[in-house]
């Protein structure tokens, strides 16, 4: 059974965490022996180099932004006896992080030590808001509901039988990325709640199942209630490739098997909860994926021949990556259908083409 309750518990601080930091260049490093993931620095046809140019550029500067923060406290540190400190800090911290400094912590520098503390704080909630602003005013990864790149996606969507896409990924901060960055899907045309050990609430999701639902009744959005269209939930789980045993999923104790069946468990009883609730054939799709948080790939569950989930039988987005690493793009796009054909049942494979 996945752990619960952790958070309220006394001696939260005993129980299993998300890992610490690891530093991305020995994620690489070790990626590279494990998986052979890079194939020798060769380029895929089918990668979208300009997408990830954009994408690495917006998580560097996020990440530089914030790792500004201490050497700019330790220059201002160094300089609080200094004449005309006041302004000479507000200098150094425009110029390093673009923010103004609280004058009432400043203003005591003469009287006491920098409060440090409060400093940090000051700035760590000022570069958030900073980032915030720009996520909603510029639409750095211009995935806004009404971009192009949404409404392409929700057409999409449509076309698949899918009206609305509802995804729970677990609550662990590697996953932060996995809609933007791992499925690169607009994260407008997603309904997306994280939960630990991506265990999510099944009264909660049976009740935006019946909002959505409604809406398609009442407003005919995204489309009318007669169309033969569904509602996909979708379940992230998440494992590690480098270090299984210790950097999966901290709910399920880094146990991958645990943390698939929890997963699939959730997903039936929504399903069951929905059927058992509301007549006339209501129902839902159900897909169960898992994340390899140190190579970002993707392992999608395969149906059973009843309709069900298998937890064996996966396709592996790292294999047909390193598969068809040699292949032409039209060659490559070729061999990615016909692996998924394989794996799929014809009325599957048709929501693909
Ligand atoms: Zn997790």
């Known amino acids: 059974m996945p752990l619960r309750g952790l958070a ?20 690489h490093i070790q990626t590279k022996e494990s998986n052979n993931f890079r194939n020798s620095g060769k380029s895929h046809k089918l990668t979208n180099n300009i997408q990830n140019e954009n994408l690495f550029r917006y998580e560097s500067k996020i990440k530089s932004d914030f790792d500004e923060i201490v050497p700019t406290l330790k220059e201002i540190a160094r300089i609080q006896h200094h004449e005309d400190f006041i302004n000479k800090a507000q200098k150094i911290s425009r110029k390093n ?93 997603v309904r997306r709640r994280s939960h630990a050990g991506a265990l999510f609430d099944i009264e909660n999701t049976v009740n935006r199942w019946v909002k959505t639902e409604h809406k398609r009744y009442r407003e005919n959005v995204p489309n009318e209630a007669h169309k033969d269209t569904r509602y996909l939930k979708v379940v992230t789980y998440h494992f590690s490739s480098v270090d299984p045993l210790h950097q999966g999923c901290a709910a399920h104790g880094s146990n991958d098997e645990l943390a698939a069946a929890e997963g699939r468990n959730k997903l039936y009883a929504f399903k069951e909860a929905v059927e058992n609730s509301f007549c006339c054939g209501a129902s839902v799709d159900l897909m169960l994926i898992g994340l390899d948080t140190d190579t970002d790939s993707l392992k999608i569950h395969l149906s059973t021949s009843d309709g069900g989930i298998d937890l064996e039988k996966t396709i592996s987005t790292l294999e047909i990556y390193n598969s068809t690493i040699n292949f032409s793009k039209e ?21 693909l083409i």
């Open 331 to 351: 060659d490559a796009e070729r061999e990615i259908c016909q692996t998924i054909s394989k794996q799929s049942s014809k009325d599957k494979l048709s929501l």
């Open 97 to 189: 992080l673009g923010i103004d400094l609280p004058l009432h912590v400043l203003d005591k520098s003469w009287v006491k030590p920098l409060d440090m503390r409060a400093l940090y704080a000051w700035c760590a909630f000022k570069q958030h808001e900073k980032l915030s602003d720009n996520f909603f005013n510029n639409d750095p990864l211009e995935g806004a509901a009404g971009s192009r790149d949404a409404e392409d996606f929700e057409k999409f969507l449509l076309d698949c039988g899918i009206h609305l896409l509802d995804i729970t990924p677990c609550s662990d901060g590697r996953l932060a990325h996995s809609v933007a960055y791992v499925m690169r899907i607009p994260f407008s045309s």
């Open 8 to 27: 309220k518990a006394k001696n939260f601080t005993l129980g299993p965490t998300a890992p610490m930091k690891t530093f991305t260049e020995n994620i």
